[in-house]
C-alpha cells in the first residue's frame, strides 16, 4: 500500500477511484466501502485511494473541546487498512486555512488538477467544503465538467457505516469486547510503550508490565479485568490477563493505569511497544481490605482466565 502525506508526495496512481473519510475503527461497512472501491477500480484498470486527514478535523477547528475518542490511532488504521487490501492513502494535513477552502476548490485543483479522479465513491449525505457546501448534488453537477464519475453510496449503506462506528464505541465503552470484534472483524487492539511502574505485581508473584498508550485520544475501554493476547514487538504471542483501572487497594490517586500480565512469560519488556488485543472483560475494578485479598483474587482471575483460553482451542 502506498502512503502519501498530503498531495506534495503524491506519485502516479493510474486511474485513480476515490472515497473520502477518517474510516475510524475500519470496521466491516468501512470494508464494504474498500470492496467497492477497489471492484470499480478494476474495471477502468485503476487503482483504490482514500483521501483521509490527520489531525482530526474536530483537533484542528475545537482544540479546547474537540472531544474526540477513537476507535483506532493514526498507526493502527494506516495497518488495517494495508491488511485489508487498500491500495493508496493520502493523508492531508488538516489547516484551519485547508478548511476554508470552498467545494469547487477543492474538487478542482486537489481532485482533478493534482490527483486526476476517475470515479468518486462518496455517502448521499457526505458534506465537505467551506460552509460544507459540497454535496452529492454538487458532485453530480460538475463530475461532467471535470470528466470523473461519481458513485452514490446508499443511505443503507451510509447508515450500516455510521451504526456499526456508534456500536462499536458503545461497546467498547461497555466492556462488551466480543460485540466489538464482530463489527470490527477482529479484536480490539491498543498499542503502546512499557514503562517502568511501582513493581507492587512483582512483589506479589503477579508481575505486570505498564503500558503508555502515547495518545490521548485513543479510546480506552471499561475499567476492568480482561482475558487478552499480547503479541511482542518482534512479533512473539502470549496469553494473558490485563487489569485497566486506579488500583485502588494499592494506590490513593485516580491516575488510570492500564498493566497486563503475560502468561508463562519471563524477561524484560522494559521499553519495547506492545499490542494488546482485547478478548473478554471478567470482572469490575475492586478494592480488597489487604494486598494479600488482592493476590488471592488475582489468582482466581488467572485460573479463570486460563480456563477461557483452554476452551477457545
Known sequence: MNI?????????????VLTIGTFDGVH????????????????????????????????????????????????EKIDKLRRIGMKNVIVHPFTREFSRLTAIEFVRDYL???????????????????????????????????????IEIS???????????????????????QLAASYLGNPFELHGKVVHGNAMGRSIGFPTANIDIESEIKLIPKIGVYAVHVV????????????????????????????????????DLYGQYLTVQFLSRFRDEMKFDSVNDLKEQLETDEENIRSYFSALV
Not at 456499526?164 to 462488551?176: D, L, P, Q, V, Y
Request: aromatic share 10%.
Open 4 to 16: 502519501f502525506q498530503g498531495f506534495e508526495e503524491l506519485g502516479n496512481i493510474p486511474n485513480p
Open 112 to 150: 482533478v488538477n493534482r490527483l486526476k479522479v476517475k470515479k468518486l465513491v462518496i455517502g448521499y449525505d457526505h458534506q465537505f467544503g467551506k460552509n460544507r457546501e459540497g454535496s452529492i448534488s454538487f458532485l453530480k453537477e460538475v463530475c461532467e465538467t471535470y470528466d470523473f464519475e461519481v
Open 232 to 267: 511482542l514487538s518482534d512479533g512473539q504471542f502470549y496469553e494473558g490477563m490485563l487489569n485497566i483501572g486506579i488500583r485502588p487497594t494499592i494506590a490513593n490517586h485516580d491516575n488510570l493505569s492500564i498493566e497486563v500480565n503475560l502468561f508463562d512469560f519471563k524477561g
Open 28 to 75: 466491516q461497512g468501512h470494508q464494504k466501502i474498500i470492496d467497492r472501491l477497489n471492484e470499480e477500480a478494476e474495471m477502468i484498470g485503476g487503482e483504490s485511494v482514500l483521501f483521509t486527514f490527520y489531525p482530526h478535523p474536530r483537533m484542528v477547528l475545537y482544540p479546547e473541546n474537540h472531544g474526540l475518542r477513537l476507535i483506532q490511532t493514526q498507526a
Open 155 to 177: 443511505a443503507q449503506e451510509v447508515d450500516e457505516v455510521n451504526i456499526s462506528s456508534t456500536k462499536i464505541r458503545g461497546a467498547i465503552m461497555e466492556g462488551n469486547m
